[in-house]
Nanobody, 124 residues
């Protein structure tokens, strides 16, 4: 079992920055990859970014490349999503997820555990 708790969401003006954190517990943090997804009202949950278990490989949605940075600190059992140059269309609930084996980094079906989400609202 893995428990994931997101934090760091909030209200920010367009052009601003936020850093989301995902605190993990349960199974060894360095044994699984992590991903961030988001879901806006009335829309499907969509991929934002992912990072391999060691942190050596990262993946991004085209919509956030150059603006968001995913990272992890395996010593602190915590993953991060640094978001900059935020836009109103980034408004969503952001979820972190744990991925053990198999499946794609880019789809929800590739992940085994999910956090409860944190709201990010970007005002224009």
């Amino acid at each position: 079992q893995v428990q994931l708790v997101e934090s760091g969401g909030g209200l920010v003006q367009a052009g601003g920055s936020l850093r989301l954190s995902c605190a993990a517990s349960g199974r060894t943090f360095s044994s699984y990859a992590m991903g961030w997804f988001r879901q806006a009202p009335g829309k499907e949950r969509e991929f934002v970014a992912a990072i391999s278990s060691s942190g050596g490989r990262t993946y991004y949605a085209d919509s956030v490349k150059g603006r968001f940075t995913i990272s992890r600190d395996n010593a602190k059992n915590t993953g991060y999503l640094q978001m900059s140059s935020l836009k109103p269309e980034d408004t969503a609930v952001f979820y972190c997820a744990a991925k053990f084996v198999g499946g794609s980094y880019y789809y929800t079906g590739g992940y085994d555990y999910w956090g409860q989400g944190t709201q990010v609202t970007v005002s224009s």
